[in-house]
T-cell receptor, first 111, second 120 residues
């Protein structure tokens, strides 16, 4: 059975801190791993990772995948209150588009 | 583009009632799906469709029906609502990249704003 485990479940940091969110997975015929940010409503797409060791970057956010150890990390540097959200990790099998989600990490950034 | 739209935003039903959650996208995406999100459970796939006329079950399909008569629309029907179906429902869509005219890979899924359903 596919499994996605995110840690920590929740995290409270001060503005300016750097955070690392973790996602480990077990999935048959892995194809890609996706990160989403969910504020009050719909999840919004952050990154899609398919290859090991290649960092994806967008502003203060970056992510990398390790297909040998079956995990990914999402880094956020110089956090801002607008980064407060639930961060979701999902995996996708080869030949399919269905996403299997973890339970998410709730990040709270306090001023 | 409006993206992925869902109606209604909120709904309260009594046990045994039926209703349809609407989902539409204007991006000409082949793939559409329905997820439910419950506290502590993450998002779970209910049903999905890879194109008009084609639907299939996800992880938690019981109690729900879908159809895909057009590329744009993918309604989710609750046949006889139960309190266990109280949840937030998200519709999502994505497109299939092609290389030299052949399907190659799916891209990220775009989510609608969600419908919060309460079944009493």
């Amino acid at each position: 059975e596919d499994k996605v485990v995110q840690s920590p479940l929740s995290l409270v940091v001060h503005e300016g801190d750097t955070v690392t969110l973790n996602c480990s997975y077990e999935v048959t015929n892995f194809r890609s791993l996706l990160w989403y940010k969910q504020e009050k409503k719909a999840p919004t797409f952050l990154f899609m990772l398919t290859s090991s060791g290649i960092e994806k970057k967008s502003g203060r956010l970056s992510s990398i995948l390790d297909k040998k150890e079956l995990f990914s990390i999402l880094n956020i540097t110089a956090t801002q209150t607008g980064d407060s959200a639930i961060y979701l990790c999902a995996v996708r099998r080869a030949g399919a588009n269905n996403l299997f989600f973890g339970t998410g990490t709730r990040l709270t950034v306090i001023p | 583009n409006a993206g992925v739209t869902q109606t209604p935003k909120f709904q309260v039903l009594k046990t045994g009632q039926s209703m349809t959650l609407q989902c539409a996208q204007d991006m000409n995406h082949e793939y559409m799906s329905w997820y439910r999100q419950d506290p502590g459970m993450g998002l779970r796939l209910i049903h999905y469709s890879v194109g008009a006329g084609i639907t299939d079950q996800g992880e938690v399909p019981n109690g729900y029906n879908v159809s895909r008569s057009t590329t744009e629309d993918f309604p989710l029907r609750l046949l006889s609502a139960a309190p266990s179906q109280t949840s937030v429902y998200f519709c999502a869509s994505s497109y299939l990249s092609t290389t030299s005219g052949r399907a190659s890979s799916y891209n990220e899924q775009f989510f609608g704003p969600g419908t919060r359903l309460t079944v009493l």
